[in-house]
């Protein structure tokens, strides 16, 4: 199975802040990489997919990169709204994967 | 409003079984790969199981294999999930989602597997 490793695990940030998220596969996936968003007690909100795709409805300030392995998802100005869990997940291989989860807290 | 309603969580001892359902609306069902999440008690997520738009594919993770059946019935608009022997360990909120490359998420049941 492709291991989702995402990091750090949490975060401390503050209103403005620009924030980044890394995400590496333990081996090649392309750009099958969807970011997700979640706040506690919610479902998940679908955020980016094929690494740098925003979902319909998904602000600007929400980006992502990477290919291969190495993938980041980028906050640029954090929202009192964006405080929440992040997860990213492989679909280029079965069983589909995600990672660890990645904290974002208020500072 | 397009959305996704799971239903069919509960309690269930160990070696029990539950089948759980999602009713698609606002959308046609038909159209789309649907997949079966779950996420245990204060830990991340852990994909289950994907069926293609005719249920003739259908893809799961090996430690529900042999266990858990991904089933849909277009016609009715509605997705399933039948889980036999169930563990302590498949104690989870379980959601559906819209898609192999996930764009919608239902709210999620609660299944709890407790003596």
């Known amino acids: 199975d492709i291991q989702m490793t995402q990091s750090p695990s949490s975060l401390s940030a503050s209103i403005g802040d620009r924030v980044t998220i890394t995400c590496r596969a333990s081996?090649?996936?392309?750009?099958?990489l969807a970011w997700f968003q979640q706040k506690p007690g919610k479902a998940p909100k679908s955020l980016i997919y094929?690494?740098?795709t925003l979902q319909t409805g998904v602000p600007s300030r929400f980006s992502g990169t990477g290919s291969g392995t190495d993938f980041t998802l980028t906050i640029t100005s954090l929202q009192p709204e964006d405080f929440a869990t992040y997860y990213c997940q492989q679909y280029n291989t079965y069983p589909l994967t995600f990672g660890g989860g990645t904290k974002v807290e208020i500072e | 409003e397009v959305q996704l309603l799971e239903s069919g969580g509960g309690l269930v001892q160990p070696g029990g079984s539950l089948r759980l359902s999602c009713a698609a609306s606002g959308f046609t069902l038909s159209t789309y790969w649907m997949t079966w999440v779950r996420q245990a008690p204060g830990k991340g997520l852990e994909w289950l199981a994907n069926i293609k738009q005719d249920g003739s594919q259908t893809y799961s993770v090996d430690s529900v294999k042999g266990r858990f059946t991904i089933s849909r019935d277009n016609a009715k608009n509605s997705l399933y999930l039948q889980m036999n022997s169930l563990r302590v360990e498949d104690t989870a909120l379980y959601y559906c989602?819209?898609?192999?490359?996930?764009?919608?998420w239902g709210q999620g049941t609660l299944v709890t597997v407790s003596t």
């Open positions: 989602a819209r898609s192999h490359v996930i764009d919608l």
């Open positions: 081996q090649g996936i392309r750009n099958s």
């Open positions: 094929a690494t740098s």
